[in-house]
């Protein structure tokens, strides 16, 4: 039988150096891709919110319109879209409403002082951090795809709403 010794614990302390410097260079290049993402992602938000909106109201002047001079019913399933529409700008919205974000170059604490004379210490502080970041921004890019998602649904299904209203005064009258 063999008597395997077990490998020394790997630390921050223990690293290589050159490594711990390529680990935290490699968290900041990820940190930039979330920021990147970010953008991206306000740009879709407040692209739907102005689609939604416009939409929203285009159709609500139409449905006055159709209220008094074309059909009840016409008017009703317009007003119950745009409401939806309206709704759905709404949501869209809150996926680019501001929050905390981190960005990269962040620079060190002075309290990390202890750290300069071990450069891996140094650097494995800032990894860390980075990846507390990192973290973070997901958490956040995450929420905002829940509400561009939520969005895109209602309004999606709004048109189905208006059709049900239409039906239902249609009936009626």
């Known amino acids: 039988m063999e008597n395997k010794q077990a490998a020394p614990e790997r630390t921050w302390a223990n690293a290589d150096a050159e490594t711990v410097k390529e680990i935290a260079r490699l968290s900041e290049v990820q940190l930039a891709a979330t920021l990147t993402v970010s953008i991206a992602q306000d740009q879709r938000a407040t692209t739907l919110t ?3 909106g ?3 109201i285009t159709l609500a002047a139409a449905s006055a319109v159709a ?3 074309v059909d009840v019913a016409l008017g009703a399933a317009g007003f119950m879209t745009s409401a939806g529409l309206f709704f759905a ?3 869209a919205a809150m996926a680019a409403r501001s929050g905390n974000f981190f960005l990269v170059g962040k620079p060190f ?3 990390n002082a202890h750290a300069w004379d071990a450069p891996q210490l140094l650097h494995a502080g800032h990894a860390a951090n980075t990846e507390a970041a990192i973290d973070h921004n997901a958490t956040a890019l995450a929420r905002s795809a ?3 998602n939520l969005a895109i649904a209602v ?4 048109p189905v709403a208006g059709l049900l209203v239409y039906a239902a005064v249609s009936m009626k009258g």
């Open 50 to 52: 102005g689609i939604y």
């Open 54 to 56: 416009a939409a929203a």
């Open 67 to 69: 209220l008094r001079q």
């Open 89 to 91: 700008s709404l949501i």
């Open 109 to 111: 604490s002075r309290t």
């Open 146 to 148: 829940r509400y561009i």
């Open 155 to 158: 309004a999606s299904l709004t």
